[in-house]
Nanobody
């Protein structure tokens, strides 16, 4: 069973930093990517950043290009999102997502974590 365990959310003042971690388990394939999404009250879920486990390719939403760094630990299947210069509008529930192809030739399967609250006070 694929599981995503998120940690690191919390309350921070504007301008501060937070580190979110996502530990993935339940599969052995190296063909997967992990992404962080967020959803603020009354808004749609949106992508924040993603990273490929295979080659480390990364991508960021425009709002986070200069304020976040995503990295991976291949040994532990853990992805870390380091966010800095946080703003009140960054307040949201942050979700970890994995898209994994468990066997060659199969389609990718998608899984979500339970979410972690990030609150940025002004």
């Amino acid at each position: 069973e694929v599981q995503l365990v998120e940690s690191g959310g919390g309350l921070v003042q504007a301008g501060g930093s937070l580190r979110l971690a996502c530990a993935a388990s339940g599969f052995t394939s190296d063909d997967y990517g992990i992404a962080w999404f967020r959803q603020a009250p009354g808004k749609e879920r949106e992508g924040v950043s993603c990273i490929s486990h295979y080659d480390g390719y990364t991508s960021y939403a425009d709002s986070f290009k200069d304020r976040a760094t995503i990295s991976r630990d291949k040994a532990t299947n853990t992805v870390v999102l380091q966010m800095s210069r946080l703003k009140p509008e960054d307040t949201a529930v942050y979700y970890c997502h994995v898209s994994v192809r468990k066997n060659p030739g199969r389609p990718y399967d998608d899984y979500w974590g339970q979410g972690t609250q990030v609150t940025v006070s002004s």
